[in-house]
């Protein structure tokens, strides 16, 4: 067992663990944005960054990467760190005007927009959090998407930007992502889904016939766990 | 060839039969052929050098050697003439036949090729009584002069591989002891003491371990590394051998940048004779000892330079770096034990374990100890690579080794520490330079390099330049960087075109101070520095760029018009001629005139008028 | 193609680790990297390709687009800023039409910028196909770019 003292509370905690679990496990409240608890984390929103540390050594890190420590001395509201997260949540409202959702956040957290900060007028409301990306590499597999360039021209896209040959429309990146800037669009018959440039043959249950599934992910699933594909082909409701 | 050697006496015998094979007083051409010098001609040079001595059947009676760079920059191309050491300096092929007629036949001296004092024309014969070279402490760069970086007998000439001899024969502890005794710093620009580096990796838990050479040397006007790395390469060979000995690794990196060709070049014929003399691979010397070393090349991104973004890069993927609460020591490249340093930390190496950690300790500051090489650039005299001890003046760089400011301008600001670092102003050119006297007054030791301006220089135009170069090279993984040095930059861009608003600074200054607590790397965390250095210094510019719309140095562009001083003019019509929009026009040898609302600032009248006549306003 | 990037990936033991050497040795030998040419790196290296074309994006060594049969370089360092490179960029701009890292549509010029070549004493230089130009000014790069045969 750690011992360590957060926002003035003495907290028990084992070792391994990461300032965030323990934290949300003591009811602290830290926000994240990049945060899944089936992937690993990222550190790259710095919204979760806390102080640890005290004096001359206070120093701000990421609690969703940063180990427990004996003795450690953690902040989880000082001037800096709200400084921290009212800069990274402005630099995203600048990135990403239109996303309702980011703009919600926002206002839960207190943060106004910067003016100064030239609103982008693209449209594009990612805000490279990286989730789709990392759950289509870890949790899928099949490493559809992935980014491109860097810097400020970083993306998100299907290799070329042109549609992927081994997306299997499991829609996974967009449920992922928390903005909505990954969109899937569903024909009205319901028998075709398309995601990233791609139509998607949906497969229907055949139980109570409704499409469930894209007919390449089933495909897929079949592959990976050497199930046959008849057997996968009932919706969630009808299994 | 040099074929295996198999114990430390037979290493010793070799040496010893090379330097007896060399005698001292044989006529020897020295030319240096490092980049600099080539791109200033010197391999013609070099070829004229070797057609005429073949020409006159001199091959026999005279040595010609082609070195790595002396550092005088400024001064290429250059030779050296043994046994005297005489020194030419800007030597044209023109020169070659009347050198070896008159100076290498005769032992005649040519005036002409000498280098003189800009401020007595004090004429100077011998390589070591050049100013320049004097005041310097050439340690580890002096060798750079006596060596064929292709060949190893050179090396082995000047007692090379010796103490990799003398390291094989202590115990690893005592190694990492001295190395810690000395207090040799990271010369890449973290300035994290080595040994307790070394230490750590050595006792990390996981094999393998790994031993990476960081020579990804991106700070745009230091080149230190890649004369290092180009001109001694055995050198940086025996630091890494030695350092891997110590921690226990017997697998080795070299990642040098992708714009480095010749250093690639020559880092793998190095190796190469390294293995065939038995320095590399199998049983080192016949001390049990096993370790090779393989070459990288980077990518072309100045991120990579940073250690967990190096790693990315060895491991096929881009070049994101990661957070590093857990240290690379331990969990470094493939999450194994890792050590890197920089390429001139490891040069400094051997020279520790020959002459010992305390002598070692004995030249610098309290906390910055050895000697440090510093590539002195910009509007100076002298533009080339310095070595002197940690705690030499700014001054004394500047001034006596550096020749002054270009054309008997004034000095206005020094930038240490690359796009890193800070500007440091006047009052502080008495400053002793060591990496925390650099810290305290906002800039840093870096890799190394001196950036020096003059008053023609904008520090506004200076900031916008740095986070321009920063925010391209961002990675883009983490928003603080990302975004945040992207918002500086329109900020300051704003600032430099006249659409600076009250209360830019202070934005920057809160921008600024939560980018160093936010960002994931040390490209985020330092990105602010060049633009919080200025500020500090040199507020008194942004104050006039947005109050007043001006631009005191003249340089930025939407915030000064050019005219034409009547009085000075003489009507020569160049101006008008190279022109690109027509807007400065006029009569043969009567006054011209520029038309501002046609004028595009390019700046080329300015630049080719030869009576000073145009006026920035 | 296909057969040379085979020869290239065994080269390197098919080791994964060594996807930007591959990837830097295909551009040596093809001149730049086409897709088909990232695809079948993909596939002889068994990379995902969103990962070789994050690779090939990421790292400016990478070129995707053919270049042009003349290339030039200039130096945009500290030393060389400080010197004046950026009046020097705007004129190269202005006489080729191309900015850093394009190429003319007729594929003669391809124009991109450096961050130091280490030759600070002759800033600022101008690169044009290997060979070294120092102490460049406008009028100087005018009249480089003039000898190349582009009409201003």
Not at chain 1, 85 to 111: D, F
Not at chain 2, 303 to 309: I, K, L, M, N
Not at chain 2, 560 to 567: A, C, F
Not at chain 3, 45 to 67: D, I
Request: aromatic share 6%; with cysteine; charged share 25%.
């Amino acid at each position: 067992m750690v011992n360590l003292t957060i926002d003035n509370k003495k907290i028990q905690a084992e070792e391994g663990q990461t300032l965030l679990e323990v934290a949300r496990q003591n009811g602290i409240g830290i926000p994240t944005l990049c945060h899944h608890e089936s992937l690993e984390p990222s550190g790259s929103c710095r919204l979760c960054s806390v102080e640890v540390g005290e004096g001359s050594r206070a120093k701000v890190v990421t609690s969703c990467l940063y180990p427990v420590a004996e003795g450690l001395v953690v902040k989880t509201g000082s001037e800096r760190v709200m400084n921290v997260r009212r800069m990274v949540i402005q630099l995203l409202l600048a990135r990403a005007p239109e996303s309702e959702q980011l703009a919600k956040m926002a206002e839960g957290m207190g943060i106004r927009p910067e003016p100064r900060f030239k609103a982008s007028e693209d449209g594009n409301k990612c805000i490279l959090c990286r989730l789709c990306v990392r759950t289509c590499e870890k949790i899928v597999g099949v490493s559809a998407i992935g980014f491109s360039s860097r810097g400020p021209q970083k993306d998100v896209c299907t290799p070329f930007h042109e549609p992927s040959t081994v997306c299997i429309g499991c829609g996974a990146c967009s449920y992922a992502c928390p903005t909505g800037q990954i969109e899937m669009h569903v024909s009205p018959a319901g028998d075709v889904r398309t995601i990233w440039g791609r139509d998607f043959k949906m497969a229907a249950c055949k139980v109570c016939g409704r499409y469930f599934a894209p007919e390449d992910q089933l495909q897929y699933i079949s592959g990976r766990t050497g199930v046959p594909v008849e057997e996968l082909m009932a919706c969630s409701s009808c299994r | 060839m040099t074929s295996k050697i198999k114990s430390f006496s037979e290493l010793k015998q070799l040496q010893e039969k090379i330097k007896a094979s060399r005698d001292p007083q044989k006529l020897r051409i020295t030319i240096c052929v490092g980049t600099g010098c080539l791109a200033h001609g010197a391999m013609n040079v070099a070829d004229a050098f070797s057609e005429e001595i073949d020409r006159r059947g001199l091959s026999v009676k005279i040595d010609f050697r082609k070195t790595g760079c002396h550092g005088f920059c400024e001064r290429g191309p250059m030779v050296i003439i043994a046994p005297e050491n005489i020194f030419y300096q800007h030597v044209a092929v023109k020169d070659v036949g009347e050198i070896v007629e008159k100076t290498l036949l005769k032992g005649e001296i040519i005036d002409s090729l000498l280098y003189a004092d800009p401020q007595t024309d004090e004429k100077y014969v011998r390589e070591d009584e050049v100013p320049f070279y004097k005041r310097q402490t050439r340690t580890v760069f002096g060798m750079n002069s006596k060596v064929d970086p292709k060949n190893l007998e050179d090396y082995l000439a000047v007692d090379g591989y010796s103490a990799l001899a003398k390291a094989l024969a202590m115990k690893p502890a005592e190694i990492i002891r001295e190395v810690v005794t000395a207090n040799l710093r990271g010369r890449g620009g973290g300035g994290f003491p080595a040994g307790r580096k070394w230490e750590e990796t050595s006792k990390a838990a996981g094999t393998p371990k790994y031993v990476i050479c960081n020579a990804d040397e991106g700070d745009p006007g230091a080149y230190m590394d890649r004369s290092l790395l180009e001109g001694n390469p055995h050198l940086v060979l025996e630091g890494m051998i030695i350092g891997a000995y110590a921690i226990g690794s017997n697998e080795g990196y070299i990642y040098v940048r992708n714009e480095y060709p010749l250093a690639v070049e020559n880092i793998n014929i190095a190796i190469k004779q390294a293995r065939e003399a038995g320095f590399l691979g199998e049983n080192i010397l016949g001390s049990g000892f096993s370790f090779d070393i393989k070459v990288n090349r980077g990518g072309g991104a100045f991120v990579c330079g940073e250690s967990s973004a190096l790693f990315a890069s060895l491991e096929g993927r881009a070049g994101e770096p990661r957070a590093k609460y857990v240290h690379a020591t331990e969990k470094g490249l493939y999450d194994k034990p890792t050590n890197l340093n920089n390429v001139e930390t490891w040069a400094n190496v051997p020279f520790i374990i020959n002459n010992g950690g305390d002598w070692y300790a004995g030249i610098g500051t309290d906390r910055s100890k050895g000697t440090k090489i510093f590539s002195l650039v910009g509007k100076i005299n002298n533009t080339g690579l310095v070595e002197v001890p940690m705690g030499t003046k700014l001054r004394e760089i500047v001034f006596d080794i550096g020749g002054g400011i270009l054309n008997n301008r004034k000095f206005k600001a020094i930038q240490t520490g690359g796009p890193s670092g800070g500007c440091i102003p006047e009052e502080y050119l008495d400053m002793p330079v060591d990496y925390d006297e650099l810290t305290k007054v906002g800039s840093m030791m870096g890799s190394g390099g001196m950036i020096v301006m003059d008053e023609g220089t904008c520090m506004v135009d200076l900031a916008r330049y740095f986070t321009n170069f920063l925010a391209n090279e961002s990675c883009g993984k983490c928003v603080p960087c990302r975004e945040g040095t992207q918002r500086m930059r329109e900020i300051l861009v704003d600032i430099t075109e006249g659409k600076g608003r009250e209360g830019d600074i202070e934005l920057l200054e809160s921008l600024a101070a939560s980018i160093k607590d936010g960002a994931l790397c040390a490209l985020g965390t330092s990105a602010p520095n060049p633009v919080l250095s200025t500020i500090r210094y040199f507020r008194d510019e942004y104050e006039a760029h947005i109050k007043e719309k001006r631009c005191p140095a003249g340089v930025c562009k939407s915030l000064i018009t050019y005219g034409v001083d009547s009085e000075k003019c003489t009507g020569c019509t160049l101006c008008a001629k190279v022109c690109p929009v027509g807007a400065a026009t006029g009569e043969k040898k009567k006054a011209h005139k520029i038309d501002s609302d046609k004028c595009t600032r390019c700046g080329a009248c300015r630049e080719s008028c030869q009576f000073d006549a145009i006026i920035v306003r | 193609m296909e057969e040379k990037v085979k020869e290239i990936v065994q080269g390197y033991g098919g080791d994964k680790s060594y996807l930007v050497p591959v990837m830097q040795d295909v551009q040596k030998e093809l001149g730049y990297l086409s897709k088909e040419a990232l695809m079948a790196i993909s596939a002889n290296l068994g990379v995902p390709v969103s990962r070789v074309y994050e690779v090939a994006t990421f790292y400016k060594a990478f070129s995707l687009k053919p270049k042009g049969r003349h290339h030039i370089s200039l130096c945009m360092g500290t030393a060389c800023h400080v010197r004046g490179a950026e009046f020097i960029a705007a004129n190269i701009t202005s006489m080729l039409g191309i900015r850093d890292g394009e190429t003319t549509a007729d594929l003669e010029y391809s124009f991109e910028t450096v961050g130091c070549l280490g030759a600070c004493a002759l800033g600022p230089i101008v690169v044009v196909d290997g060979e070294y130009h120092g102490e460049m000014n406008i009028a100087k790069t005018t009249k480089l770019l003039k000898k190349l045969g582009k009409k201003v």
